[in-house]
Protein backbone atom coordinates (compact mmCIF):
# COMPACT_ATOMS: atom_id res chain seq x y z
CA UNK A 1 0.00 0.00 0.00
CA UNK A 2 1.05 3.59 -1.04
CA UNK A 3 0.70 6.10 1.30
CA UNK A 4 1.47 9.65 0.76
CA UNK A 5 2.20 12.52 4.20
CA UNK A 6 2.62 15.92 3.81
CA UNK A 7 4.43 17.76 6.49
CA UNK A 8 5.21 21.42 6.86
CA UNK A 9 2.02 23.62 6.65
CA UNK A 10 0.22 26.17 9.07
CA UNK A 11 0.04 29.86 9.68
CA UNK A 12 2.56 32.38 8.20
CA UNK A 13 2.59 36.27 7.67
CA UNK A 14 2.26 37.54 4.45
CA UNK A 15 5.86 38.17 2.94
CA UNK A 16 6.53 34.69 4.93
CA UNK A 17 8.30 31.77 3.85
CA UNK A 18 7.07 28.05 4.36
CA UNK A 19 8.43 24.24 3.30
CA UNK A 20 6.18 21.40 2.43
CA UNK A 21 7.23 18.00 2.44
CA UNK A 22 5.66 14.87 1.08
CA UNK A 23 6.88 11.29 1.89
CA UNK A 24 6.11 8.37 -0.14
CA UNK A 25 6.04 5.16 1.27
CA UNK A 26 4.64 1.59 0.88
CA UNK A 27 5.92 -0.54 -1.67
CA UNK A 28 7.41 1.55 -3.94
CA UNK A 29 9.34 0.16 -7.38
CA UNK A 30 9.58 3.66 -9.07
CA UNK A 31 8.13 7.37 -8.88
CA UNK A 32 7.03 9.11 -11.97
CA UNK A 33 6.54 13.05 -11.43
CA UNK A 34 5.58 14.52 -8.21
CA UNK A 35 4.15 17.87 -7.54
CA UNK A 36 1.76 19.96 -5.64
CA UNK A 37 -1.78 21.20 -6.02
CA UNK A 38 -4.09 23.40 -3.80
CA UNK A 39 -7.46 23.71 -3.66
CA UNK A 40 -9.00 27.39 -2.04
CA UNK A 41 -12.73 27.13 -0.43
CA UNK A 42 -14.99 28.11 -3.43
CA UNK A 43 -12.70 27.26 -5.92
CA UNK A 44 -11.63 24.25 -8.04
CA UNK A 45 -7.80 21.79 -7.33
CA UNK A 46 -5.03 23.76 -9.10
CA UNK A 47 -1.63 22.69 -10.48
CA UNK A 48 0.71 24.67 -8.10
CA UNK A 49 4.05 22.71 -9.25
CA UNK A 50 5.41 20.06 -10.82
CA UNK A 51 8.89 18.08 -10.91
CA UNK A 52 9.81 14.85 -13.23
CA UNK A 53 12.11 11.99 -12.49
CA UNK A 54 14.48 13.94 -14.19
CA UNK A 55 14.30 17.46 -12.31
CA UNK A 56 12.44 19.35 -14.96
CA UNK A 57 10.03 21.58 -13.46
CA UNK A 58 6.87 23.00 -14.15
CA UNK A 59 4.60 26.21 -12.07
CA UNK A 60 1.97 28.03 -12.37
CA UNK A 61 2.27 31.31 -13.12
CA UNK A 62 1.15 32.79 -9.92
CA UNK A 63 3.96 31.46 -7.74
CA UNK A 64 6.96 31.69 -10.77
CA UNK A 65 10.01 33.47 -8.63
CA UNK A 66 8.47 32.54 -5.50
CA UNK A 67 7.76 28.61 -4.85
CA UNK A 68 10.35 26.68 -5.81
CA UNK A 69 10.12 22.35 -5.86
CA UNK A 70 12.30 20.23 -5.55
CA UNK A 71 12.97 16.01 -4.87
CA UNK A 72 15.49 13.54 -3.26
CA UNK A 73 14.28 10.56 -5.54
CA UNK A 74 16.63 8.19 -2.29
CA UNK A 75 14.28 9.72 0.25
CA UNK A 76 10.98 9.24 -1.89
CA UNK A 77 9.97 12.89 -1.14
CA UNK A 78 8.84 15.67 -2.83
CA UNK A 79 9.43 19.86 -1.38
CA UNK A 80 8.00 23.13 -2.27
CA UNK A 81 9.49 25.90 -0.57
CA UNK A 82 7.15 28.80 -0.61
CA UNK A 83 8.45 32.55 -0.20
CA UNK A 84 7.11 35.85 0.11
CA UNK A 85 3.71 34.42 0.68
CA UNK A 86 0.40 36.14 0.01
CA UNK A 87 -2.87 35.85 1.37
CA UNK A 88 -4.22 34.29 -1.94
CA UNK A 89 -1.54 31.68 -1.59
CA UNK A 90 -3.74 29.86 1.50
CA UNK A 91 -5.46 26.78 0.13
CA UNK A 92 -5.40 23.14 1.32
CA UNK A 93 -2.24 21.81 -0.55
CA UNK A 94 -2.03 18.31 -1.82
CA UNK A 95 0.91 16.08 -2.83
CA UNK A 96 0.36 14.16 -5.84
CA UNK A 97 3.04 11.45 -7.38
CA UNK A 98 2.64 9.12 -10.26
CA UNK A 99 3.93 6.08 -8.57
CA UNK A 100 4.65 2.37 -9.98
CA UNK A 101 4.30 -0.29 -7.16
CA UNK A 102 6.08 -2.79 -8.32
CA UNK A 103 7.66 -3.89 -12.32
CA UNK A 104 4.38 -5.33 -13.25
CA UNK A 105 2.16 -2.33 -12.91
CA UNK A 106 1.19 1.00 -14.87
CA UNK A 107 1.79 4.34 -12.83
CA UNK A 108 -1.06 5.12 -10.97
CA UNK A 109 -1.75 9.00 -9.33
CA UNK A 110 -1.90 8.62 -5.86
CA UNK A 111 -2.42 11.90 -3.33
CA UNK A 112 -1.89 12.58 0.19
CA UNK A 113 -4.61 13.86 2.92
CA UNK A 114 -3.88 17.68 2.31
CA UNK A 115 -2.22 20.13 4.43
CA UNK A 116 -3.64 23.44 5.54
CA UNK A 117 -1.29 26.90 4.20
CA UNK A 118 -2.87 30.03 5.30
CA UNK A 119 -0.99 33.48 4.77
CA UNK A 120 -2.69 36.02 6.80
CA UNK A 121 -1.70 38.84 9.23
Known amino acids: QVQLVESGGGLVQPGGSLRLSCAASGTIFRINAMGWYRQAPGKQRELVAS???????NYADSVKGRFTISRDNAKNTVYLQMNSLKPEDTAVYYC???????????????WGQGIQVTVSS
Open 96 to 110: NADIRPTRWDYATPY
Open 51 to 57: ITSGGST
